[in-house]
C-alpha cells in the first residue's frame, strides 16, 4: 500500500514537471514569436519612414534648388529667429 502511495506521488510529480516544461517551452515560443513580430513592424516602419524622409528632402531640393538657409543675426542660438539671408549679410 505505501508503495503505490509513494508510485502515485512520483507520477504526479512528474505529470506536474512535465506540464511546466511544456508551458515553458510554449512560452518561450510564443516570447521569440512576438519578438520577431516586432522586429519585422519595426524594420517596416523604419523603411516607411526614411521613404517619407528622402521624399520629403527631394521634394525640399526641387522647391529650392542652391539655396542657403537664413542666418539669424539677432541671436543665432534660436531657430525661430530668422531676419537677414547670408547673402544680404555681404557687404
Request: charged content about 35%; aromatic content about 2%; hydrophobic content about 35%.
Amino acid at each position: 500500500m505505501a508503495t503505490t502511495l509513494k508510485n502515485a506521488q512520483q507520477r504526479a510529480t512528474m505529470a506536474a514537471k512535465e506540464e511546466r516544461a511544456r508551458d515553458a517551452a510554449l512560452a518561450m515560443q510564443e516570447y521569440e514569436a512576438e519578438k520577431l513580430a516586432i522586429g519585422i513592424k519595426t524594420a517596416r516602419l523604419r523603411a516607411l519612414r526614411l521613404a517619407k524622409e528622402a521624399e520629403s528632402n527631394e521634394r525640399t531640393k526641387r522647391k529650392n534648388p542652391g539655396t542657403i538657409p537664413p542666418v539669424c543675426t539677432e541671436n543665432p542660438i534660436r531657430i525661430d529667429c530668422v531676419t537677414e539671408s547670408p547673402k544680404r549679410q555681404q557687404r
